[in-house]
Nanobody, 125 residues
C-alpha cells in the first residue's frame, strides 16, 4: 500500500522545537521531491518547504526561513522537518506530499502525487 505518514506533532510552548517525520511505505521516497504544507485554523493550506529528490535544492517560505530545516534520509525512506523557535502562528496541521520532478528542483506550486493525512502542531503557552 502506497502511503505517506506524518508524525512528531504535538503541543509545545513558544520557543520550543519539534521534528516532524514523513515516512513513506509502498514506494521509494528518494525518487520523489517532497513538500511540507501546513493549514492553520481558518486558513488555506500553504506550502512551507520542499526538497528535491537529489537533495540538491531546498526552499522555505519566508515565515519559516531560518527556523525550519528540511532533510531527507533515503535509507529510512523518510523526510524530516526540523522546526525551531516555534511561534503561536506556527499552529497548524502539517502535511507532507511527494511528487515526481526530475530537473533537480522542487516547488509547493507543483502538483503532488501522494499526500499524507497530517499531524497537528499546537504552539501555545
Amino acid at each position: 500500500q502506497v502511503q505517506l505518514v506524518e508524525s512528531g506533532g504535538g503541543l509545545v510552548q513558544p520557543g520550543d522545537s519539534l521534528r516532524l517525520s514523513c515516512a513513506a511505505s509502498g514506494f521509494t521516497l528518494g525518487y520523489f521531491a517532497v513538500v511540507w504544507f501546513r493549514q492553520a485554523p481558518g486558513k488555506e493550506r500553504e506550502g512551507i518547504s520542499c526538497v528535491s529528490k537529489s537533495d540538491s535544492s531546498k526552499f522555505y517560505r519566508d515565515p519559516v526561513k531560518g527556523r525550519f530545516s528540511i532533510s531527507r534520509d533515503n535509507a529510512k525512506n523518510t523526510v524530516y522537518l526540523q522546526m525551531n523557535s516555534l511561534k503561536p502562528e506556527d499552529t497548524a496541521v502539517y502535511y507532507c506530499a511527494a511528487y515526481t520532478r526530475d530537473d533537480g528542483g522542487c516547488s509547493w506550486y507543483d502538483g503532488m502525487d501522494f499526500w499524507g493525512k497530517g499531524t497537528l502542531v499546537t504552539v501555545s503557552s
